[in-house]
């Protein structure tokens, strides 16, 4: 029994770690300025937790193949050391593992929540409802009008809740269901919610920030490569959560200028 | 491993009871400052009022309630032999049925300053100082409402005919009245100071 | 001493007294056990049909449609009814599963019994417990059959969501109050639940049963009901709260200018983020509600089948309380994304990773144990050895996510699933199960079969991982949870492995039948167990099987040893019973 | 816009069709025709991005817009609903049923019309769950999801109410349920035309309703067989 237990632990963790190893479902692409740092964190954390993982299985496998009663009268036999050189290794090296890993993690957290926006980054401002996410572009006139919540009407598009009548500054909002953004230009989203907490989660951007009612949250980022991806809902907001999408489309600068030329036609 | 392991006193699961209890209604009430904390900071919302002043007439009755729980406490407990061995003298007795009034009183007292509240307008909906100081109010007043359980208990305990055997947790019940006490003192400033 | 153990009851007359509404906190933890058994068994029907749903979304379920007209007409799951189906589990399982079984069920029953004392404290307030627990679950499935349906807002219940009402959907309405009004019942039973079990454990230890002397079990029930008055104190005002917003038209919760469902809402000023920070000041002290019994268990019952004193017992206490102590700093982690200051990520990062040193202790003294024992190879200790690898392989994965850069990615997703379930789900179950083959000789006085216990791990052991480590690989692959279809086009490459996650979930399920049998026919008609016939040296071994009324007869057992005496030798064999005056040598 | 044209006229032949079911009308009937239509300038419709749903985006080779003013040559008025408010004793409500449809994350048709207590069958012809959320006042408000595939709901409205109706899973989906107690009634098409026919000799008060720009009333008395033409005209605002 104790030999049959070894053998599928053993099983089980070689394969696991395998198929962790062969990258056969990993992370996108990433596309972003600051992806790589998290990428290299996550590897790092991947191959030391990994070991870990690998050493107290094969541990525990080896331990219960050895150890099975025989009924032979054999005695039990304490652990070399006793318990404290054990615990002083523990500590030491989980102890030091982790301050490893904060003060680098750390670093790469406040390089993308922490660091202020680029002042001449590009500003959308981004709301996020059932079940839906849409996005405000100033327009020619540089400004984002005010939003007024009991002006919010779907059925007429109106969805920021704009007042064009009396505010100037609202009548050349673009506002669009695509977030399209120029590569390599600083981006700066002002996350705002409608009705419920919602998230903002683009896994190739590595990215993901919660919407919360009554707060308008920042959140920046810098897009290197061009192509079209899916901003998806991580936070459960609803029936359509599963459905709550929108597209990221990255462009170079000049197809950028033609798309919110053609969007600002169409308002 | 030590042998000795004899408790010096032997212990009063009651009293003890009451210590645990005392900390989680502290931890509930402790988030609940903390909610009101929070959810004041920075609400453009928050309306500040004048407490009616039959809160502190309330709380003069309580903390009487107190005092009288105590002095029969320590009369009963003066009887030779210890509680429930005797038939405690009347004045002890009497001061529980005391006790008992005055935390009644400070009931309805509560309540009726709730009413005086709502004539001005102020509903647990109205704003969220009002609601928290409706909250505070009815939460401690459950808490009291126990308390007087407790009191009844003892005294169903305390009478003549009441079993012998274990000691009626007389002494648990006043700790936990007391405590009633402070807890309202510490809400009443709370209430003061932010609502 | 005798004085305050003196049996506060007579023994009950009549099958009322006896076995419903009995003071004898044995009787009600089998009730305890037996609501968990109940209520595991609806949990999992729950996650079939999630897990059916996913892997076909469009397959009509037959009789689905019967059993709920709205929520699945026809039998094909609607997203609503799919996310109730989720909030339903989830509550199930934390509250009624992982919270009653290990602690609230096995703790009333051996608790009292270990430390040798006739009774709970507070026998009354010990069968309010379980009754306003019992109260709490009837008023929690209530929700399944209210006109506008079951909760679908999560077990974690965010605001405004959980709090604005019917406008922000089906199952917002009278469900998602039910489900309030529940929790916060369930809070009030664990708290008196709490309250007993510390002053049994402080007041009521017989003679010679001194703290150090206390068997490992107990020392996790006693920390554990630390951690839920602290933990349940926090939440059940918080759920008060909300109920008020729902019902009463407060706005502790909800801010202004909320438009939902072209409504504007009459709220104002609220702080969504509060709820949050009240609930995970709960919800992540719960986790360690539902795992440290289960480490308790593991303790208590590896050295059994070892034949060998636990490795190192007052640094695996010192660890407990370290990591009761550290589990109300940690909340946090679980809002890094949330929009709260991101400054405080790392304060909430830092003793989030610290946790894992006291953890990983634990498990190194598990393995430490095994080393140069004489493993007897029964069910209990095959589901003590499988706790032990499952316990690995979530707690590793913790390691990424209490990383806030690296929770920026895997935030959200399967990988997250994959570990909680791993390391407070099934770690917690197989806790649970060796519990239930240690102890049901004793419970019962009947022995469970073996042989069935042994089919019932190989196939729970094996499946188990075929479940939950293939959604950590989904979640490396940003795969989003919650999701009731996979409708992006990312994400439909992932539909394969999510049926085979399925297929491997259905059959750990139906695995769980064997387990179910083995308990009914046990209880019916098992062989007759002996006293003691593991040869274990703890209290509830020195009694009769199963115990008489008052626990021992009348005679409170004096404690001569600690619980650890194993590997020597003895008149009794290679151990020591607590309870025997002999004072053999220990190995 | 043509598609839903069509729709109309079905929906207006069901109507048609429910008169002659419930027996001939009346020998001496009269009608009232006319044309709606507006004075300065409407609001413009906006193009709606299906993005978020490919399967109904590709459904539409030239984007559609929002309805909620929807004009045709001429300042003509389009979804305006003229009917009889006062002056016709009712009748009870036609067996037929009223079809709603989900057809590319749109209403069909944008405004549908029914009288009290007379069957509504909703269909979801689309390739992705869609949830109609009628946001009801005086009737029971509900809420339900109809997955891909899902058998067509089956309701009617018991009190008669202008009812929102809207998809929360696609922001853009916005419709009408017209709850009415008369049967003669009419929607106006992309030329503003409408005909209430079968109205026997006697006085009425004709209404016309537009979702945005509220309603107009006007009293005409029918004699005999003949048809009057009555015209509204509404005011509109870019914005």
Known sequence: MGKLFAVVVVLITLVSAAIFASHIWWLPVDISAHGPAIDRQLSETMVTSGALFVLSQLALAVFAWRYGDRRDGRKVTAFPGGVTPMVVLAVVLVGAEILALTFVGSKVWAGIYQAPPDPNSLQIDVQAEQFAFYFRYPGADGRFGSVHPERIDEASGNFFGLDPANDTTARDDIVVPTLGIPVNRPVLLTLRAKDVNHAFYVPELRIQQDFVPGLVIPLHFTATDTGKHEIVCTQLCGLGHYNMRAYVEVMSQPQFDQWLKERAAEQ | ?195 | MTQTTAHHHAPPQGFLRTHVFSLDHKVIGKQYLDLALVAVCTGMVLSWLMRFHLAWPETPIPGLGRVSPTGAAGGVITPEYYLALMTMHGTLMVFFVLTTAPFAGFGNYFLPIQVGAEDMAFPRINMTSFWVTLVAFLVLVAAFFVGDGPPLSGWTAYAPLSAVGKDAGPGQGVGQTLWAVSITLFCVAQLLGALNFITTTLDLRTKGMSLARMPYSTWAWFITSVIGLIAFAVLMPACILLILDRVAGTSFFIPAGLVISDRLQPHSGGSPLLWQHLFWFFGHPEVYIAILPGFGIISHILPVFARKPLLGPRVLITCLVAIAFLSYTVWGHHMFLSGMNPFSATLFSVPTLIITIPATIVTLLWIGTIYGARLRFTTPALFCLGFVSVFVSGGISGFFLAQPSIDTYLHGTYFVVGHFHFVMGVAAMFGIFAGTYFWAPKMFGRLMSETLGKWHFWLTFIGVYCVFMPMHYLGLAGNVRRYSAFTDDYLKPMIPLHRFITIAALFTGAAQLIFLFNLVRTRLRGPKAPDNPWEATTLEWSTTSPPPFDNFGGRPPVVHHGPNEYGGNSAAGDYVMQASPDSAGVA | MRRQYVWIVGAMGLVGSALGARGAPPAMAGAISGKVTYTGTPPKMKPIDMAKEPSCAKQHATPVTTENVVTGPGNALGYVVVYISAGDPGSSAPSEAVRYDQKGCQYIPHVAVMQVNQPLEIYNDDQTSHNIHPLAKVNPEWNKSQPIGAPPIHTTWEKPEFIPVKCNVHPWMHGWFLVLTTSHYAVTGEDGGFSVKGLPPGTYTLTAWQEQFGTQTQDVTISGTETKTVDFVFKARAY
Request: one cysteine or more; charged letters at 10%; proline letters at 8%.
């Open chain 2, 1 to 195: 491993m030590s042998r000795t392991t004899t408790q010096p006193s032997p212990p009063q699961p009651a009293r003890t009871g009451i210590w645990i209890a005392i900390g989680t209604i502290c931890m509930s009430f402790a988030a609940l400052t903390s909610a009101m904390v929070v959810r004041q900071s920075g609400a453009p919302d928050w309306r500040h009022f004048q407490l009616p002043s039959l809160l502190y007439v309330n709380t003069v009755v309580l903390l009487a309630s107190s005092g009288t729980l105590e002095w029969s406490r320590r009369r009963i407990a003066a009887i030779p032999g210890g509680p429930g061995s005797l038939v405690p003298p009347l004045q002890g007795l009497f001061g529980l049925y005391i006790t008992l009034a005055l935390g009644l009183l400070f009931v309805t007292g509560q309540v009726i300053a709730w009413r005086q509240l709502a004539a001005q307008g102020l509903f647990l909906a109205t704003a969220p100082s009002s609601a928290f100081f409706y909250v505070f109010t009815a939460l401690h007043g459950v808490h009291v409402v126990g308390g007087l359980g407790g009191l009844v208990y003892v005294l169903s305990r305390l009478r003549p005919t009441a079993s012998p055997g274990r000691p009626a947790p007389l002494g648990a019940a006043a700790l936990y009245w007391h405590f009633m006490d402070g807890l309202w003192l510490y809400l009443l400033v709370i209430l003061a100071t932010r609502v």
